[in-house]
């Protein structure tokens, strides 16, 4: 059994994520910290702490981490996850609020108590680059780091540039300079297992309660999408990634590669550029049919 720790702009995919990984016996959770991406701070802080406690899991430490980027530029994604980051669902408050710790702290001090950590991270980097900074004896603690960001291909918020990264270039710029062993999700493999209505509709999600909170959570990226692809459609990048820290044999096309980012304050900014070298695994597809196994355990959660 894995244990993790995520780090999270929550965010309709990142909650469905983080269902997963609660759900799944591979992998222990020992915290989450939040970070603004998606949405504001204060409203990511709210959606993870009110999903923990919609599903009796109180006992896992929030983390408040970083408000803005590096550089303090605030890039949001309302548009696809809603005005809360929830696609306007309001879960009923239990009263669980983050800890005292800030993020960078949290993660240090739950790294260097469970050694051999994952790291998972699905919201911009800007935590994770601070903690590195902050604790250069971090990286020793942590086993490896699955990060959902960047586009080889095809990006999201541009024609190049994949909303994760491009929310905090330099903070993945950091976390690629780092030497934690990372492996990344990028934007294309999302784009190889977009889930159509019928998809959605077909998962049998009806009669359970994480089912259906998946359902109404999908209605809003899907009326998004609808707009730009004029098809009912809802991308699934935090899920893919939380797939493979489960389950590695669902990466069904890998690269190995270097990564750089632009950070030039051009139409590139943002770019994760691939160049010479092999130190970043990137796992260009994710098998849909071994993911949507894996996705259709939420609803045994309770
Ligand atoms: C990433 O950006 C966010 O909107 C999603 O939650 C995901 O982490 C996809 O580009
Ligand atoms: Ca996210």
């Not at 909650?15 to 989450?32: R, W």
């Not at 809603?82 to 696609?87: E, Q």
């Not at 004896?137 to 990264?165: P, Q, R, S, W």
């Not at 950070?263 to 796992?283: E, H, Y």
Request: aromatic content about 8%.
């Amino acid at each position: 059994m894995k244990k993790i720790f995520i780090d999270s702009d929550c965010g309709i995919d990142d909650a469905v994520a983080i269902m997963m990984a609660l759900v799944s016996p591979e992998v222990e959770v020992s915290g989450i910290s939040a970070v603004a991406g998606n949405v504001a701070l204060d409203l990511v802080v709210d959606n993870i702490t009110r999903l923990l406690g919609y599903f009796n899991r109180e006992d896992i430490p929030v983390f408040k981490g970083a408000s803005t980027s590096l550089l303090g530029q605030k890039i949001r994604a309302g548009g696809v996850h809603g005005d809360n980051g929830f696609g306007d669902v309001k879960l009923p408050h239990t009263g669980k609020t983050a800890e005292a710790l800030l993020a960078p702290d949290g993660l240090y001090k739950t790294a260097k108590e469970n050694q051999g950590l994952t790291l998972v991270a699905i919201g911009p980097l800007t935590n994770i680059a601070i903690a590195l900074n902050l604790y250069p004896d971090l990286k020793d603690y942590i086993h490896d780091m699955v990060v959902m960001g960047g586009a080889i291909n095809y990006g999201n918020v541009t024609k190049f540039a994949e909303f994760n990264f491009a929310a905090d270039p330099e903070a993945a710029q950091f976390v690629i300079d780092s030497g934690v062993p990372l492996t990344i999700v990028p934007w294309d493999a999302a784009l190889k297992a977009m889930f159509t209505e019928d998809d959605i509709n077909n998962l049998g999600f009806e009669d359970s309660k994480a089912g259906k909170l998946f359902l109404e959570l999908e209605q809003t990226p899907m009326k998004y999408f609808e707009k730009i692809f004029g098809g009912k459609i809802a991308g699934q990048p935090d899920p893919l990634a939380m797939a493979y820290v489960i389950d590695e044999t669902t990466a069904s096309y890998r690269i190995k590669s270097n990564l750089k980012m632009e950070l030039t304050n051009n139409t590139m900014r943002g770019a994760s550029v691939t160049c010479a070298g092999s130190s970043i695994d990137v796992i260009m597809e994710i098998d849909k049919g071994k993911f949507s196994t894996i996705l259709k355990r939420i609803k045994a959660l309770k």
